[in-house]
């Protein structure tokens, strides 16, 4: 799903029109969108709010002039449009800024709030069909391990439960196993596919990425990925639907530097092939999507995610693996320029929803192609060495 805003203002006619050409393309690749955002709180000054919602009965929400635009492609068939409510998540609220921690996580309705059925009824009558709720799992859980907050769980599952009742769909974020439990409930009876996309990159030699990041890189890469899969398996296989994971290239051939990176992609092939065997007495596709470097804010922001890494880094480590850390600050920009544009892969997606007899893997351009070769091909030795010099490393005496 995408997310869009852009403001009102003196030139809310231009930024109108851009919008608009964006979901006409939007509109055309059937893509689920909300739209930033609606909420309560917002601020005469604030121009990036499509709706502010009353939350009282039979007042409705103040729309801007972004409404008009968002409305006239909400009805897309096959698409579910909608709008961003992230007053859960907030840590401010009319009683002004606090000082938000776990211990002093806000207090509800004065702080932050979520939305109740006079807010999801107006937002329904306007041709929402889904909203992104936002929270803060500090608020349910205040501490690693620790018990759940049952009166913040009760509040969320109030504002889920109103949202269902006005007939809004609601996406839930895929970290939170909390948010995982309740998904079953926020989908429609039918499902035809699901592609699992989330993913991020963490950088650095082995021997600095500490347990927590190799934590963060496989809950996110993989454990919430198939979390999510396995909670909507019972509505795919009432469809015989389609499961896809979006890999990679280091899915495959793994690079220094990469290293945590690439053992998630790998992790997450051997899964996919694991299930794709596990779900063939029900006809449910198991396809993987291996692209290369790919025009997405993970690599457009490769650079910075990069000194980020190394700033937990010690001094003593950055000398041992200077070479290391020049060779991928060199590389960053390489890749950026070589990056495919994201309608490749998105192409893709669509062949392997949509293919009669979809293939179990689709590779992505001519360039990945080219390095599986390689690595299937090449002596594991020839295939260090090739890396090696690729990535500025050489052979200390």
Do not use: C
Request: aromatic residues 8%; charged residues 25%.
């Amino acid at each position: 799903m995408g997310e869009v805003g852009w403001p009102s203002g003196p030139d809310a006619e231009e930024w109108n029109k851009v919008a608009s050409a964006w979901f006409d393309r939007a509109d055309a690749a059937h893509l689920w969108v909300t739209v930033w955002a609606a909420g309560r709180w917002w601020p005469a000054s604030y121009r990036m709010a499509v709706y502010r919602l009353s939350g009282r009965p039979g007042v409705p929400p103040s729309s801007g002039p972004q409404a008009a635009v968002a409305a006239a492609h909400f009805a897309v068939p096959g698409a579910l449009r909608g709008v961003a409510l992230p007053s859960g998540s907030f840590g401010a609220g009319p009683d002004g800024p606090s000082s938000y921690s776990n211990s002093r996580p806000g207090r509800p309705d004065r702080e932050y709030y979520y939305e109740n059925g006079d807010d999801y009824r107006s937002l329904a009558d306007r041709g929402v069909q889904v909203v992104r709720l936002s929270f803060t799992w500090e608020r349910v859980q205040r501490s690693l391990d620790g018990p759940l907050d049952a009166a913040e769980i009760a509040r969320l599952r109030t504002s889920v439960a109103a949202a269902h009742r006005a007939g809004l769909a609601v996406i839930l974020d895929v970290t939170d196993a909390g948010h995982i439990t309740a998904l079953s409930d926020a989908l429609p009876d039918r499902l035809d596919a699901i592609v699992n996309n989330a993913g991020i990159s963490v950088g650095g030699p082995m021997e600095t990425v500490g347990s927590d990041e190799w934590r963060k890189q496989l809950e996110i890469n993989v454990i919430g990925q198939l979390a999510v899969t396995r909670a909507v398996l019972p509505r795919l296989r009432k469809t015989r639907g389609r499961i896809v994971f979006i890999s990679s290239v280091n899915g495959k051939l793994s690079m220094p530097m990469l290293g945590a990176y690439a053992a998630s992609k790998f992790a997450l092939e051997a899964a996919a092939d694991a299930m794709r065997m596990e779900l063939r007495p029900w006809h449910i596709p198991v396809i993987v999507v291996e692209p290369s470097q790919t025009d997405t804010d993970m690599w457009r922001k490769a650079d910075v995610q990069l000194e980020e890494a190394l700033a937990s880094v010690s001094q003593e480590h950055q000398e041992l693996y200077a070479q290391h850390i020049d060779g991928m600050r060199r590389a960053i920009p390489r890749s950026q320029r070589m990056a495919a544009s994201a309608d490749g892969v998105a192409d893709t997606i669509f062949r392997a929803l949509t293919e009669r007899r979809p293939r179990p893997r689709y590779i992505v351009g001519a360039a990945p192609r080219a390095q599986f070769t390689m690595a299937r091909l090449l002596p594991t030795r020839v295939l260090d060495s090739a890396i090696r010099r690729q990535s500025g490393i050489t052979t200390r005496s």
